[in-house]
T-cell receptor, first 113, second 112 residues
């Protein structure tokens, strides 16, 4: 079965500092990996996805993530945090065959002024 | 880009009544739609997977007689919460799959 583990339910960074949200996955087949952002009482917005092409994936709003098979990781980063980045972030995995997406428990990102 | 419209965005209903939530893919055909439930400050839990024209596949622990899912066309799936109770209060989100996964904006259901 596939799963993702997000380390840290809450992460706080200062405005302008590096954002690092951690995600480790478990999958018996080459995975598709996703990062989504959710603002309060809203749906999910796709930040980026890995689908077995380039291991460094660039997404929207300056976010990027690197797929590291040896570490089974897919951490999300952004060089400089902005106040508008404060939200809930979910890492997710699917088997790439059009199957369901399984979500991690989420990480709440707080931006300190 | 692909857009999924989910309605209503919020609904309040009395205990014992039924509520229907619609999920429409506006500019693409979705052969598969997924329904998720999200409790406050928690992750999204997959409830069921529906394929157009066939019965939905429910995840373990989800009552199929309580959460009725219909996927009658390639652009519309509905989730009906039957005989709703306060514990059914939650945020429900649909997702439609074509070349990727597109999520609706969610429905906040409050049962009083």
């Amino acid at each position: 079965a596939q799963s993702v583990t997000q380390l840290g339910s809450h992460v706080s960074v200062s405005e302008g500092a590096l954002v690092l949200l951690r995600c480790n996955y478990s999958s018996s087949v080459p995975p598709y990996l996703f990062w989504y952002v959710q603002y309060p009482n809203q749906g999910l917005q796709l930040l980026l996805k890995y689908t077995s092409a380039a291991t460094l994936v660039k997404g929207i709003n300056g976010f990027e993530a690197e797929f590291k098979k040896s570490e089974t990781s897919f951490h999300l980063t952004k060089p400089s945090a902005h106040m508008s980045d404060a939200a809930e972030y979910f890492c997710a995995v699917s088997d790439g065959g059009g199957d369901k997406i399984i979500f991690g428990k989420g990480t709440r990102l707080h931006i300190l002024p | 880009g692909a857009v999924v419209s989910q309605h209503p965005s919020w609904v309040i209903c009395k205990s014992g009544t039924s509520v229907k939530i619609e999920c429409r893919s506006l500019d693409f055909q979705a052969t598969t739609m997924f329904w998720y439930r999200q409790f406050p400050k928690q992750s999204l839990m997959l409830m069921a997977t529906s394929n157009e024209g066939s019965k939905a596949t429910y995840e373990q622990g989800v009552e199929k007689d309580k959460f009725l899912i219909n996927h009658a066309s390639l652009t519309l799936s509905t989730l009906t919460v039957t005989s709703a109770h306060p514990e059914d209060s939650s945020f429900y989100i649909c997702s439609a799959r074509s070349y990727g996964y597109t999520f609706g904006s969610g429905t906040r259901l409050t049962v009083v």
